[in-house]
């Protein structure tokens, strides 16, 4: 250890109490890996301050020795954005102590929260306050919202509420030089300037720290009703789309896909799953109507668009559901997707977007792409189809060794996102870039726009010590 | 006119054909001064490209030689954000011939226009294909979309699609250097880097020009009804709001506050309009309603909340439109409210937004000290309440000369503006700053904020041609 890292840690451990500073490798391991252990980093050590105060000083401190800075939340992220780069000299700070909720105000429909405060927490505070946090994922039990925004989360209620950029209107954030940027405002209108706040959300830590956040709450819905239909093919998912966006407008806050094989693992996996069905459909669609009426209210609203959706010939079945706990089983058929492909084995994963309009030419064209290099490909699709976003997985033909076809990553990697670029797409839709997809997006964006980008963190960052490695 | 000039525009006609390159006095002049005639610029030429790769070579050109670049689109702005400042030595690009629709996509539900397409039109051709385009706001006829999303602008659905920047899925744009940037996605979902577009959006054409934009529809709702209700104080307009949101949830669209004042106005200037009531109320509040179902459904939602608001103690008299004629005549209460203060004088306007919550607060504390330091001020309060944005305007006493009271304008923007801050508001909501409010801001600013957008600035623009005299 050098001199400069001495004081630099001495200093810390005055700033932030000798207990928040780890430098013990037992203490650092659980920070150095991202959670699905793909990715494995070096520190100096962790910090763990307690208020934007401290986080400011570290800030500083690193900055006045070059030291790199790693946010982390959660560490719950699937592309590596919160795992140092190994070999770099860098801390990590972690967000988790920053878990406090400032302040509910119900008449504004906001909430103020620091950036470690769990998804879930937050979501439980609002209900407390008949008010509704949207916000909804996998790892809502463990992700904290500051990176949540960090990557601009989305989750399964995007396609009424927007993602984790459109729920926010303020931050308050510390600079790559340790000053705090007080942003927290709480304005549904505010035409003052550069757009700073949007540009923090989805930067993955490279520009400066979240420490908190002002985020929308809704009026709590007094229904929430779901039901499946099955459809032939992903092109009647669509038209059974535009038929549930006139007829329910704003009431539509759910809209997944879930293709045949996707059920076929489920129901093989999970047999104990209420699957409502008599048979596997080539598509099934989730709908979710949230209503500020009744249940009742909701479930007329589905007679009349499943009416409707029999009438034109674009559903097969539907079951609308009788009870909350049905409402449940449905999204536990969709929500054991993942759990359903880590039984089945490895299988190579894209989270990725295209026009809503091109969903169903995308996995045509792509599935006919992949079936010629690869024979006996299986696509297991499924994804939040109502905002063109699909987790497009694709698994070994039956009978071939899961390690063997993982081999071929980067060439399905490239024929995946090719079509997604030829559907004007994008290679990731609602989880970064972090490590993961750094050197890919290279080969999709223009120069004009990757120089654009440099030249922000340039401006923000000039001495490249946010989040090194990942991004930019 | 020096060589450099000369070659200039001798370039600009070959690229753009003469007939759209006007140097001559009364050809510019319609340019170079905004339409309430408060600011007046120079110009060596105002060019009038057609496309985007003329629009890049005339960008070029400038950037070549160092001339500057002021965007023009409609030229309704109110801050002065699109009028070149005096003496200096540059071009106003206009984008009007820009005007092409150039995509609708019912099934994705977007449009993708170019920047000189006129807002109401573009609201047309989205009817046409059975969907909404929600941005609505009095320069509608005449305002271009490139100007409208330059600044952020906002109006009267905000409470339920969001501003200019949330109706915005991807842009084209050229950047200050004459390259083009194509980022005309048309994704829900993209976290693929730093957030461009949301830059673009709301600089007011500082760090490049927007040259088309794919921008969100929505379904076309099958009714919107609307109602009126007299309530005692903006305090009981906030409650009334609690109450609507609850059982109307994203059905209501709009609510506008209306003083007793705002009426009394346009009572008395428009005795020809419509007004419901017997007596002037303290405050008045248009609500509108938006339903997928129908009328009677919309009225039945209308009847619920009001039995609720009267319940509570929170309206004292209300109307429902019972024809789209009487919603019309509501409506056109609340849009002669600036005609009518036309017609009673000068005024000092204020175009702010607190939190929804703190409306009320900062009303009454604004008027208190408004009418400690000029006893008789009459303040005209009206706006989007459901947004926390307020026209503020201040009037003289009765009887008091318009012009005489108008020499104390910095003095009472300095106690609004003073106000708004401690209210954790914005001294600009909906206008942006323009060359109006770029000296203003900085009292309001903090320096970190400030130094971050012009590091911004000095990043995309390092030449600083983009717009001068504008933002920051």
């Not at 094989?261 to 459909?281: E, G, K, N, W």
């Not at 997604?420 to 797409?425: P, T």
């Not at 990731?428 to 972090?434: F, K, N, Q, V, W």
């Not at 989040?467 to 930019?472: A, H, T």
């Amino acid at each position: 250890m050098t001199a400069t890292q001495d004081s630099f840690l001495a200093l810390c451990r005055a700033a932030l109490g000798p207990q928040h500073v780890l430098t013990d490798a037992a203490d650092k391991a659980p920070y150095l890996t991202d959670w699905r252990k793909r990715y494995t980093g070096e520190a100096l050590a962790v910090l763990r301050p307690g208020t934007t105060e401290e986080v400011a000083e570290a800030v500083h401190a690193c900055h006045a020795r070059q030291i790199a800075v790693v946010p982390q939340g959660g560490n719950t992220g699937l592309c590596g954005g919160a795992t140092p780069v190994a070999g770099q000299d860098s801390v990590v700070i972690s967000l988790q102590r920053l878990n406090r909720i400032r302040q509910v105000d119900p008449l504004n429909n906001t909430i103020t929260v620091e950036a470690g405060v769990v998804l879930q927490h937050l979501q439980e505070v609002a209900r407390e306050h008949g008010r509704l946090f949207p916000l909804s994922l996998a790892a809502e039990g463990s992700c904290t919202i500051g990176g949540n925004l960090s990557t601009n989360a989305g989750g399964t209620a995007v396609l009424r509420y927007g993602n984790s950029r459109e729920l926010c209107l303020g931050l308050e954030v510390v600079t790559p030089s340790g000053e705090t940027w007080h942003g927290l405002r709480g304005l549904r209108k505010d035409n003052t300037g550069y757009d700073l706040r949007d540009l923090f959300i989805g930067a993955e830590g490279t520009l400066g720290i979240i420490t908190a956040a002002v985020m929308k709450l809704f009026p709590l819905p007094r229904a929430s009703v779901t039901a499946l239909a099955a459809v032939q093919s992903p092109r009647a998912a669509l038209a059974l789309l535009a038929i549930a966006q006139s007829h329910a407008g704003a009431m539509l806050t759910g809209f997944e896909l879930m293709s045949a094989l996707s059920m076929t693992l489920v129901t093989r996996h999970y047999p104990q799953l209420r699957y409502p069905f008599a048979d596997i459909h080539p598509q099934l669609v989730l709908m979710e109507l949230s209503d500020s009426e009744s249940e009742d209210h909701a479930r007329g609203i589905f007679e009349t668009l499943m009416t409707n959706a029999f009438e034109a010939g674009v559903v097969a079945d539907a079951v609308v559901a009788e009870s909350v706990q049905q409402s449940r089983d449905f999204w536990n058929l969709r929500e054991h997707i993942p759990l359903a492909q880590v039984e089945d084995g490895k299988n190579i994963k894209h989270d990725i977007a295209v026009p809503v309009s091109r969903v169903a030419d995308f996995i045509e064209t792509t599935d006919a792409l992949l079936q010629n290099a690869f024979p006996g490909a299986r696509m297991v699709t499924f994804g939040h189809l109502g905002d063109g976003n699909l987790h497009y997985n694709v698994s070994p033909p039956e009978g071939v060794d899961h390690d063997a076809f993982l081999a071929n990553q980067e060439q399905v990697n490239r024929i995946v996102h090719d079509s997604v670029r030829s559907h004007n797409g994008s290679i990731s839709a609602e989880h970064g870039l972090g490590q993961l997809k750094r050197e890919e997006i290279r080969h999709y964006k223009s120069e004009v726009e990757l120089r654009m980008m440099r030249a922000i963190k340039g401006a923000l960052d000039p001495l490249g010590l946010m989040n090194p490695g990942k991004v930019v």
